[in-house]
């Protein structure tokens, strides 16, 4: 029996588009070295290493990004999903962006990585002031919910799900963080730690999974400060 440790990025080892803190950095970085650490991400790589740093990208076992779509052990690329947005679904999501009555777009809306897109209403060159405004129009109407759910209705074979802060993750159906489980054995205890454990959420589809087949243990977290505070626990108990 392995125990193995599954971390979500956004909300979970950082604040949302945001760096590591260094301090929590430092920390991770020896759990990582100590652990079987694996992290699983909506965002693309590029942006992953901006987050948390090419040596603690390094030091995970395996980092699924894209949800799992894009999957790299350190440098070396071990599978990339091939899948595109239909066109029908492409044009739902610019009639969605029509119909949202936020004001600030700007722009990157519907943005495709490796077997996945990222739609976000505020648009993916957003500061962090423009996401900060969007963050509390999101909060007040339930906008980002509310567009996944319809969008999930209109096409059942696709999946959106809600993460981050200002958009939401869409791919083939089963293309959500769950898909990851194939690499991992019944055997193996996992601990998996996640912001958006909510059913609309992007960590609900393998928190699900991991509860109903009782393959360890979700930690349904706040923020970085939470994850960091729970591990710390977990290091003190160990000694
Ligand atoms: O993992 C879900 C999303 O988390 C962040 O979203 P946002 O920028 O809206 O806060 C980003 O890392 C995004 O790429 C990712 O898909």
């Given at each position: 029996?392995?125990?193995?440790?599954?971390?979500?990025?956004?909300?979970?080892?950082?604040?949302?588009?945001?760096?590591?803190?260094?301090?929590?950095?430092?920390?991770?970085?020896?759990?990582?070295?100590?652990?079987?650490?694996?992290?699983?991400?909506g965002?693309?790589?590029?942006?992953?290493?901006?987050?948390?740093?090419?040596?603690?990208?390094?030091?995970?076992?395996?980092?699924?990004?894209?949800?799992?779509?894009?999957?790299?052990?350190?440098?070396?690329?071990?599978?990339?999903?091939?899948?595109?947005?239909?066109q029908?679904?492409?044009?739902?999501?610019?009639?969605?962006?029509?119909?949202?009555?936020?004001?600030?777009?700007?722009?990157?809306?519907?943005?495709?990585?490796?077997?996945?897109?990222?739609?976000?209403?505020?648009?993916r060159?957003a500061?962090?002031?423009?996401?900060?405004?969007?963050?509390?129009?999101?909060?007040?109407?339930?906008?980002?919910?509310?567009?996944?759910?319809?969008?999930?209705?209109?096409?059942?074979?696709?999946?959106?799900v809600?993460?981050?802060?200002?958009?939401?993750?869409?791919?083939?159906?089963?293309?959500?963080?769950?898909?990851?489980?194939?690499?991992?054995?019944?055997?193996?205890?996992?601990?998996?730690?996640?912001?958006?454990m909510?059913?609309?959420?992007?960590?609900?589809?393998?928190?699900?999974?991991?509860?109903?087949?009782?393959?360890g243990?979700?930690?349904?977290?706040?923020?970085?400060?939470?994850?960091?505070?729970?591990?710390?626990?977990?290091?003190?108990?160990?000694?």
């Open positions: 029996m392995m125990q193995k440790f599954i971390f979500d990025i956004d909300g979970t080892l950082t604040p949302s588009r945001a760096k590591i803190d260094d301090e929590f950095a430092l920390f991770f970085l020896d759990f990582c070295k100590n652990n079987h650490v694996y992290l699983v991400t965002s693309d790589k590029p942006k992953t290493v901006e987050q948390i740093g090419s040596r603690l990208y390094g030091k995970a076992q395996r980092v699924y990004n894209c949800s799992g779509a894009d999957v790299y052990e350190g440098n070396k690329n071990v599978h990339t999903s091939d899948w595109i947005l239909p029908e679904a492409h044009q739902w999501l610019e009639n969605a962006l029509d119909r949202s009555e936020y004001p600030i777009r700007t722009g990157n809306h519907i943005e495709y990585r490796p077997g996945m897109v990222n739609f976000s209403v505020v648009g060159h500061t962090m002031e423009e996401r900060a405004h969007y963050v509390v129009y999101d909060k007040e109407t339930n906008e980002r919910n509310l567009i996944a759910r319809d969008f999930n209705k209109s096409f059942p074979r696709l999946q959106a809600v993460g981050g802060e200002t958009g939401m993750d869409i791919f083939p159906k089963g293309g959500d963080k769950s898909q990851i489980l194939k690499d991992f054995n019944s055997d193996d205890t996992l601990y998996f730690f996640g912001d958006r909510d059913k609309d959420g992007n960590d609900y589809p393998l928190a699900h999974e991991i509860n109903k087949n009782k393959l243990v979700c930690h349904h977290v706040e923020n970085d400060t939470h994850t960091w505070k729970i591990l710390k626990k977990y290091y003190e108990t160990r000694v």
